[in-house]
Nanobody, 128 residues
Framework: QVQLVESGGGLVQAGGSLRLSCSDS????????????MAWFRQASGKEREFVAS????????DTADSVKGRFTITRDRAKNTMYLQMNSLKSEDTAVYYC?????????????????WGQGTQVTVSS
């Protein structure tokens, strides 16, 4: 089974950086992490969950939302069953709970319906 756990969130000042990690602690889910697309979504208080970035099964293709393009970078380490989100030049608008997800497909997408596996989320708060 897939058991996703996010880490790395916290409180930072505007302009600062954070790196989020998402690891699969499932006993037999390493194959799923290695062969499926993954993504980061975020949900600010009172708002809908929105797409942030996705990455293909082999890390060869990535997609990032316009709101974070040029500031956030998504990567993955298949050997460690871990996905990362490097967040630079953080803004107050980035404040949200960030969730990692594993796709049912081999590549990433922007639709929440493509992701059957989700972590519990990690809070990112950016102060002005």
């Amino acid at each position: 089974q897939v058991q996703l756990v996010e880490s790395g969130g916290g409180l930072v000042q505007a302009g600062g950086s954070l790196r989020l990690s998402c690891s699969d602690s499932g006993r037999t889910s390493g194959r799923t992490i290695s062969n499926n697309g993954m993504a980061w979504f975020r949900q600010a208080s009172g708002k809908e969950r929105e797409f942030v970035a996705s990455i293909s099964w082999n890390g060869g293709n990535t997609d990032t939302a316009d709101s974070v393009k040029g500031r956030f970078t998504i990567t993955r380490d298949r050997a460690k069953n871990t996905m990362y989100l490097q967040m630079n030049s953080l803004k107050s608008e980035d404040t949200a709970v960030y969730y990692c997800a594993v796709s049912r497909k081999a590549y990433g997408s922007r639709g929440r319906e493509d992701y059957p596996y989700w972590g519990q989320g990690t809070q990112v708060t950016v102060s002005s």
